[in-house]
């Protein structure tokens, strides 16, 4: 089901998450090629989505959310394998990775690659490897997108499609609509060398991330 809202030129199209159709991952497919902004759901919450080589669709990201400069995003990327060409991977970091991704934990570990002020800072950046299906199949076709919530910086997310399209109207070209989404935000972890440091407690647990890396 899509449909071209009446008051904008955004369009809203439903999803089934758990098998999203090929004609909504194509669609999908060539906003964000295009530069467009996408708002998308995740296993943790919507997020709005860029390519992040495209530095005018981030800039215009960040604009919209009215985020800082200097709180960088998180990136989604494919797998493991592809985390370890982008970030330094230490021990703890694997484990917390076998253990959880792809999954609602985002790393935030030294990055090898600097992917400009919106991504990284002091050489740290965000990674996330999402277990939704359609975020998967997105990454897989058009590489790295930002990972951040479909909201105003600061403000409690939106729970439904309606409720983040009130907010934006027509400043997204397009909406995918996977139904009500209220799980936790993913929890942060950085990692340096032997210290981990949760930044923020979400969908995994301290204690699970704790005996993770002590166990």
Do not use: H, W
């Not at 060539?30 to 943790?44: F, I, K, M, N």
């Not at 800082?68 to 330094?88: C, H, M, T, W, Y």
């Amino acid at each position: 089901m899509s449909y071209i809202c009446e008051m904008t030129q955004s369009e809203i199209v439903a999803v089934d998450t758990k098998k999203p159709q090929m004609a909504v991952i194509e669609k999908v497919v060539q906003v964000l090629e295009s530069g467009g902004l996408v708002v998308a759901p995740t296993e943790t919450k919507y997020g709005l989505l860029v390519k992040i080589d495209l530095l005018d669709a981030v800039r215009r990201l960040f604009e919209l959310k009215r985020r800082d400069d200097n709180k960088p995003s998180a990136i989604f990327v494919s797998g493991l394998p592809r985390l370890k060409e982008l970030a330094q991977v230490p021990q703890k970091a694997q484990i917390l990775g076998q253990k959880f991704l792809p999954g609602p934990l985002t790393l935030v570990l030294e990055s090898k690659k600097d992917f400009g002020k919106f991504f990284t800072l002091n050489q740290m950046t965000g990674f996330r490897i999402s277990s939704s299906t359609l975020i998967k199949s997105l990454v897989d076709r058009v590489g790295s997108l930002s990972a951040t919530s479909a909201s105003l910086s600061g403000q409690k997310e939106a729970d439904t499609i309606e409720q983040i399209r009130e907010l934006f109207g027509d400043k997204i070209e397009l909406y995918i609509d996977g139904g009500k989404l209220n799980n936790p935000a993913s929890t942060v972890v950085q990692v340096i060398g032997d210290e981990v440091r949760i930044l923020r407690e979400g969908a995994i647990s301290t204690k699970l991330i704790l005996d993770a890396v002590n166990s």
